[in-house]
């Protein structure tokens, strides 16, 4: 089931209606599903849970706890445009602005966001908002990467890739920071979250090396593609950069490690 409620104005840099958007949300999900789904598990995700999914994307990890919560529990998959969610019997659909709608009614036993926060300038105040959402007892798992492609490149055929995903890195950087994202907030969660109230808060971070053609690598192979014309407005990196860029993703001979995934667990007292 989808629902609407309200109009979608968003400040991410990447948009789900473009081309891209599907190889890059399964991207995601190929190189972070492993560890989020460990997390929430940690955070207590059981059979009945009532669950919010914050910037839902592909809606894996939406239709992954709905099942582990099973029937009697409850799942609500919320995006600002929804449209790459694939449906799950289990999961409500909602078509949702974080910054400007009310959260859904009710208390909720696990919120979960991945890669959301960081995008938004009014990120205290959201995170503040989600926790004011939980039932006493229940726990919010925020998410977010910390992205260092200037050493990501662990082998490749092209002796350039080094020195390109580090003017890729800084490029990157420039757009989102235009943007209002803050690449430093990965590590400001655990702060944030006491300030909001949450006790037990810990953080775990974890990566993983991938292949051309898989991962990060089609994480930077799609959004080099999306972003391309921002990139080069910057002056730090070409459309030749980029088409090498591209061309090292997808080679069988590349290996790249993945994002380190900052995983910030805060449960309500």
Known sequence: MTATAGA?????VFSNDKPTAGSLLD???EMLDPFSKIRLHQAGLTPGARCLEVGAGRGTIAAWMADQVGSSGEVIATDIKPQHIVPHEGVTVLEHNILTDELPAGEFDIIHARAVLQHLPERRAVLARLAGALRPG???VIEELDSRWSTSVLAAADERAPEIFGKYERALERVLRNAGNDPTWNRQ???AMRDAGLRDVNTEAWQRSFEGG???CMLAYSGSAELQDKLVATGLINPDD???LRAVAVDPATVLRGMLLVSTIGFKS
């Open 138 to 140: 229940g726990a919010m």
């Open 214 to 216: 898989t991962g990060i």
């Open 242 to 244: 980029l088409e090498i």
């Open 27 to 29: 991207a995601l999900g």
């Open 8 to 12: 979608a104005s968003t400040p991410y």
């Open 189 to 191: 969660v655990l702060a």
